[in-house]
């Protein structure tokens, strides 16, 4: 069902370029209790970030780093997982990681100089299948990291522009 999927779309894309541009879904944040915040966009699922207590959330939810690391291991996975079925390679195991260092001193605006973002980020994957060889296996998960929406935001920034409503 994935590569036929796969196939119908490109066919359809390839038949009318156009086709291919697509506006992902809006995220939106609201902050409802100190550092919390309830995130919303996507059908009727809300869902929550905080911040550790260390800088003054309560922990009651994920940060927002860990939602960034958790959709760059999710989208790579979907990707290894379509190129895959794309390709005929049954996979009896996949499993993807993303961790990553930060500079506190960058949110916490002590120097102008240190990024708040990540200052590094690792990938581990574990993949298996009973068809296909180890080289093929890294060949599937090369080509989808490069190809994951997720990690090509990330390793190639794009324009962000800001708008500021004061009530």
Known sequence: MIKESIDTLSAGIAADPA???SKGIAATAKLVDGLRCEISG?????FASDMPSALGGKSTAPNPGWYLRSAMASCTATVIAMRAAKLGVELSELEVTVDG???L???LGMDERISAGQSAMRMKVKIASTGASPQALRDIVTWAEA????SCTVRKTPALSLEVDVA
């Open 19 to 21: 086709k291919a541009k």
């Open 147 to 150: 190809h994951s929406p997720v």
């Open 42 to 46: 996507f059908g009727d699922k809300p």
């Open 105 to 107: 001193r960058g949110i």
């Open 101 to 103: 260092e930060s500079d």
